[in-house]
């Protein structure tokens, strides 16, 4: 019988050393910077790529709002467009005409000039073509400034439109909806069919592949501790067994939490906790909420 208890105090003895020399530094869970994405417009969904556990690249599609209707009022607005372009009067051909009748008036005055020198033509003749010339002149400048006022109003009605148009293209590309980060489908929060409005949660994405250990540790360890410090981060394996990986403290917090009150004893200081993150590459073993602990 003694030899028993002997036995066992030996075991408790070992454990208890054993046990000591795998104490962890701190402890906590594993999280991953989780994204809702939502909708930026309103309408039926017309197709959805979402399964959850699937993984989705940046950029890559997983919803369509449907864009009917949105469609139909850009063709309704570019059709308001065409009809003003058609309006728009085209001030090149009437000031040839123009033009012409004024470079024929030229020639017939230099030639009337060269006959009066010769007293072949009066001076009558010359003043009259000059005179035609003032006309046609004049003609050229008041078709220019009727015309340009005419085509400024209808170009004014063209730039409302044309706004309206690059906002009616703007919402149809956000009927397009794409993932923001390379992830996994964590949630799913609509289905084919169904009606989204803006600000409707379609989905949560988070990137695994980098996570982050969230510990705490006691006032009497920052010391210890500081950021880009590499540390081991371990996790359950089995029931008995860890399995580790290497992390880096990327952020420790300023200020304690579970505070005690303001006038504390030297042994309450210890409940002084800060809140510690480690990231980890994920190799694939981690799971978002997993216990994990570190050693300085």
Known sequence: ??????????????????????VSDAYGNFESDEIIVSSEAMGVVSEINLEE??????????????????????????????????????ISPQLDVLEKRKANLIREKNRFEKLLKENAATQKQVDDI??????????????LSSMTTQ?????????PLKIQ??????????????????????????????????????????????MTLRVYISGSQLANVKIGQKVKV????????????????????????????IIQTKEERVNLVYAVK????????IKIGMPGEITF
């Open 53 to 90: 556990g699937k993984s989705v690249k940046q950029n890559e599609l997983i919803a369509i709002i449907d864009t009917v209707q949105l469609s139909l009022k850009r063709e309704q607005l570019l059709a308001s467009m065409n009809a003003i372009n058609s309006k728009v009067q085209k």
């Open 151 to 159: 085509n400024s109003g209808l170009l004014s009605e063209r730039e």
């Open 130 to 143: 000059s005179g035609e010339m003032d006309v046609v002149e004049k003609q050229i400048e008041a078709t």
């Open 234 to 261: 371990l996790f359950d394996k089995n029931e008995k067994e860890n399995q580790n990986i290497e992390g880096e403290i990327s952020w420790i917090s300023e200020k304690a939490e579970f505070t005690p009150k």
């Open 1 to 22: 019988m003694k030899k028993m208890i002997l036995m066992a105090l030996i075991s408790v003895l070992l454990f208890s050393c054993s046990s000591k020399d795998d």
């Open 165 to 210: 148009i690059q906002q009616i293209e703007d919402q149809i590309k956000k009927c397009s909806i794409k993932s923001p980060i390379n992830g996994i489908i964590l949630s799913k929060f609509v289905n084919k069919g169904e009606f989204a409005v803006v600000g409707k949660p379609i989905t949560k994405i988070a990137d695994l592949n980098n």
């Open 278 to 285: 480690v990231s980890v590459k994920n190799d694939g073993r």
